[in-house]
């Protein structure tokens, strides 16, 4: 995959339903409806040779929707720690708030 796919890709992950979270050093996390497991694993697959994911990859999830009183199924993928990522989370994040409307040019 190019650079420019990878970054695509990443780019689409964190205006949908993706995010980046940092302590020292910042790692993508991503979910998905477990209906959605196929896409999901190509996705993780593709950024898996870029950045290195925890072993245990896909996480499984339930949760009771409090409106509907109905439980869903979600799998999430974690990346560890990645320089780049940590770059992108400055591009991305002002104050631990993700800033959609914009890309942070400071």
């Known amino acids: 995959m190019s650079i420019y796919k990878r970054n695509s890709l990443i780019i689409g ?3 949908g339903d993706g995010s980046l979270s940092k302590k020292r050093s910042a790692r993508l ?3 998905h409806a477990f209906r959605d497991k196929a896409y999901a694993d190509h996705c993780y697959r593709l950024l898996s040779t870029y950045f290195p994911f925890g072993k245990r990859q896909p996480y499984e ?3 009771l929707d409090s409106r509907t009183g109905r439980v869903y ?3 999430q993928y ?3 720690v990645s320089p780049f990522l940590t770059e992108m ?3 991305w994040y002002v ?3 993700k800033t959609d409307s914009e890309i942070n040019s400071s």
């Open 13 to 15: 992950k964190l205006l």
């Open 73 to 75: 199924r979600r799998i």
């Open 78 to 80: 974690q990346s560890k």
């Open 95 to 97: 104050k631990k708030q």
């Open 61 to 63: 999830k339930q949760y």
């Open 29 to 31: 996390i991503f979910t």
């Open 89 to 91: 989370y400055g591009l």
